[in-house]
């Protein structure tokens, strides 16, 4: 039978259980497990921090410039593998888009300028493009990896989040969903 003794072991044995059950799931929520798995992570309208950086044409972007449009953020490095392989289906849509009122910036980050400008060169890229020189704005909208991809709708709402790249199709899907009265 149970004494006090053998009762204690059997409590602390269960309270460890679940005190390692509860690290298991933290961990798993931390590492995005349970997220849609595309990527795609709602952020439900918070207002996009405003910044304003330099373009690789040498002309300045200052979001706040757009707020009346559908915006698409583009956080990229030349030396991100995904990021090359989505470049060029941001590439694609950007004419299209642009006719429909949207605005693109691809935002450089860590990354050596002379990198960035041969991966724009060697991909023939004419979206927008600029540095976050100040290495200001990649932390004020929690970068953490590459390549990560914002949707805000007009008035500067972030719609959603993406992390990973993204191909042609879910591109189109994510931008069609920001589209205000830009379409």
């Known amino acids: 039978m149970f004494n006090a003794r053998s ?4 409590a602390a044995g269960f309270g460890g259980l679940i005190g390692l059950l509860l690290l298991v799931l933290a961990y798993a929520l931390w590492q995005g497990v349970g ?3 595309s ?4 952020i439900g309208g918070a ?3 405003d910044f304003t950086v330099t373009q690789f044409d040498g002309e300045d972007f200052t979001l706040s410039d757009y707020q009346d449009r559908p915006v698409f953020l583009y956080f990229w490095a030349s030396w991100c ?3 090359i392989e989505e470049a060029p289906n941001i590439e694609a849509l950007w004419p299209e888009y642009r006719d429909r009122g949207y605005v693109f910036l691809g935002l450089n980050i860590w990354d050596i300028e002379a990198d960035a400008q041969q991966f724009i060169n060697e991909l023939g890229l004419s979206f927008p493009l600029a540095r976050d020189g100040e290495r200001s704005v990649y932390v004020e909208y929690g970068v ?3 390549p990560v991809a914002f949707f805000l709708e007009p008035g500067l709402q972030i719609r959603s989040r993406y992390t990973g790249p993204l191909d042609e199709d879910t591109l189109r899907q994510e931008l069609d969903r920001i589209a205000g009265d830009a379409s």
């Open 144 to 146: 953490q990896g590459l």
């Open 81 to 83: 593998g995904p990021c």
């Open 7 to 10: 009762a204690r072991l059997v």
């Open 35 to 37: 997220q849609d798995e």
């Open 47 to 49: 207002l996009a921090p």
């Open 39 to 42: 990527g795609r992570e709602d």
